[in-house]
């Protein structure tokens, strides 16, 4: 394979084994003393795939993705990397980079010598250093900043020079552990839609990101598929619109979106509350769709929308946001304890599995 520009160095060719997971988890399970914290999980992921990792803080994500990179040893289980057993192998020689929160730069080196270290240990020679180094500062939007301090950068340009310092090794894998975590929504929102076009952009050579984080809108608006991890265990895996729409049990429910889950004739079910209709008790049902009586208990004013707690007469609570087209700040006081009627079309229901585990 070539070594001099960086695309034909990133190109990882799959040696007709294009059905091979490039990444496999098998029954792994990891504890520390009485802590469990992976507990049984099973995971494919496909090449050039953006798979996310989500779950609340000490759901082990950061552990699975440790023991995919090799710093952590599994008590039992498997991982594969590209079809071959890598559980023992060194982390160093895994084809795989990380990127993590504190995305700690050598303060006193320059931007390019910081992108370029890995290949300098690596003993790549300076010349062709120089063209993977501007290569991965134009990919990452950083062209001209290779003779920058990092103390000159913003949050958000340091980030991209982590990143760049990961994408330079042309890494099969790249595993990214809160990565935005430090910055403000702002700039996270922004470095989201940057990293999507990253992505994008190495693609078609084949880099696999796993992403891990807690924020369930970064993961519904990054990923191709993700996993919700809770207590060690994967509750389900599927593409966002599947997780949202179709929460498999009460945990991802809540833990993605607002928890709206009601009982009716002993079956668990929910339902999004951006398919609800809000409308005055009066007003006459539309046919076929499901209703439901009750009176507004809370009303929040969120500016784009307003978000209703309507408690059910046959028991239980919805929570319904309207988009204000027409609604101000001060309809939505005088809400509070009005008598509502609630309608959302029969497939916009979905039974849920109570007990949790997928
Ligand atoms: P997450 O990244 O989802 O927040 P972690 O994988 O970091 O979760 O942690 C999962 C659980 O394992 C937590 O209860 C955490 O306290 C525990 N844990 C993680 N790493 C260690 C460690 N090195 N020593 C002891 N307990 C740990
Ligand atoms: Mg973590």
Redesign the pocket.
Known sequence: MATQALPETLAHVPEGAADTPDIRLVELRKS??D?V??DGVDLEIAPGEFFTLL??????????LRLIAGFERPDSGRVELHGRDVTRVAPYERDVNTVFQDYALFPHMTVGENVGYGLRVKGVPRRERRGRVDEVLRIVRLPGYADRKPVQLSGGQRQRVALARALVNSPRVLLLDEPLGALDLKLRQEMQVELKRIQREVSDIGITFVY?T?DQEEALTMSDRLAV?NA?RIEQIGAPEEVYERPATEFVAGFIGVSNVIERDGRRFTVRPEKINILDAGDDATTGDTVETGRVRNVVYVGMFTRYTVELDTGGELTVVKQNLESSPRDTLEATGKRVRLEWRPEHTYAIDPGGRA
């Open positions: 520390y003393g802590v914290a992976v779950g609340p803080s000490g759901s082990g994500k950061t552990t699975t891990v807690h991890f060690g």
